[in-house]
């Protein structure tokens, strides 16, 4: 049985929480409501120090388990056991923020933990240094569907020339990863092709991720009462059975200008996952310049990021990988015993 880490990646609004429950309804899995944690954890890591010294393994848990932003809370998981357990556990950054999922999943009795957050199809790379075993599964939708979609929440504060970004980088994200990555480690799927044969769908996934299909996948409504927190108004869909009604409804809830942008700025890609175009007309010419200059700012920001982060790992403060699964432990090369650095004398 694998015990690999399994994380949900994709475009917002294109389906990850319905696929999170059905992995989450896996009798293997436990796959938790967003949290807030990983990634600050990550690019925080040089404020906690050697992670090898139990004091400082014992601050960032206590982070993690007491600070607002983190939604530790969501987890339903005991604050002062994570604590012990994250001091008691391996010293890595990896390590301490796997414990957190690792007791959500032995809430449900189960051997294996995902994660759920559409950005994360960005930061890839960042996960896999937490989590070198990790397996990635990319839930792709209609581009104009998910433009849609976005508009529409009262999270997204952006504007379409935004959300036809996010769609784009995605799915570029997604190319790039496809490439690049083992293929026992990167899987993508249509959500239409999901939506629409659930059951081939996810045995198919089922053999990626080395378990066996279990038929209470195709009908997650009940994991959604316990992985989909009732503030999550947005969400509402997942409480019911799998359906199709919104596939294609971008039609009526794009206006024509979006359309035209969408696949003008999109197209390419659209076709190359099989979605049919309109034959629209060509934008105005002042959304592409919009378009094209919202694209230019999103990347140069990210390219900043990347270079700030590829610094800051010159000079890690302690080690990186988590080293709680099988394969951690191997890729890593060290024994299950770790060794404990005592605290220094003052």
């Known amino acids: 049985m694998s015990d690999r880490p399994v994380f949900v990646i994709g475009c917002p609004r294109s389906g990850t929480t319905m696929l999170q429950l059905m992995l989450h309804s896996h009798p293997h899995m436990a796959v938790p409501p967003e ?20 004091s400082r393994r014992r601050a960032l848990a206590q982070w993690i388990a007491t600070d607002r932003s983190t939604k530790f809370r969501e987890l339903k998981i005991d604050k002062d056991e994570f604590v012990q357990q994250a001091v008691e556990g391996p010293g890595s950054l990896g390590s301490v923020i796997g414990t957190a999922f690792r007791m959500y999943a032995d809430r449900f009795d189960k051997a294996r933990w995902g994660d759920k957050r559409p950005s994360y199809v960005k930061q890839v790379d960042m996960l896999l240094r937490l989590f070198p075993d990790a397996q990635f599964v990319h839930l792709i939708r209609d581009g104009r569907d998910c433009v849609a979609s976005l508009k529409e929440m009262p999270w997204y504060t952006l504007d379409s020339f935004h959300a ?33 044969d659930p059951a081939t769908e996810l045995k198919k996934l089922c053999h990626f991720l080395e378990e066996d299909f279990s038929a209470a996948m195709i009908s997650p409504r009940e994991a959604a ?24 409804s971008w039609a009526n809830r794009l206006d024509d200008w979006e359309v035209s942008l969408c696949e003008h700025m999109l197209g390419d890609r659209l076709e190359s996952l099989g979605y049919e175009l309109t034959g ?8 592409i310049i919009a378009a094209q200059k919202t694209m230019q700012k999103r990347r140069a920001s990210r390219m900043r990021k990347h270079m700030r982060d590829r610094f800051n790992r010159l000079r890690e403060p302690s ?28």
């Open 164 to 196: 036809v970004s996010t769609w784009a980088e995605a799915i570029d994200a997604g190319v790039k990863l496809k490439r690049t990555l083992p293929e026992d480690t990167y899987y993508e799927l249509r959500y239409e092709d999901l939506t629409d």
């Open 35 to 54: 949290t807030r944690f990983l990634v600050p954890a990550y690019y925080r890591r040089r404020a906690w120090g050697d992670l090898r010294i139990a």
């Open 225 to 248: 009462s316990v992985a989909v927190p009732e503030h999550k108004v947005w969400h509402s869909n997942t409480h019911g059975e799998v359906i199709r009604s919104r596939v294609g």
């Open 319 to 346: 080690p990186v990988a988590a080293l709680l699964t099988t394969r951690q432990r191997s890729l890593a090369g060290v024994p299950r015993q770790r060794t404990e650095i005592t605290e220094p004398a003052i």
């Open 280 to 287: 629209a007309a060509r934008p105005a010419k002042e959304h």
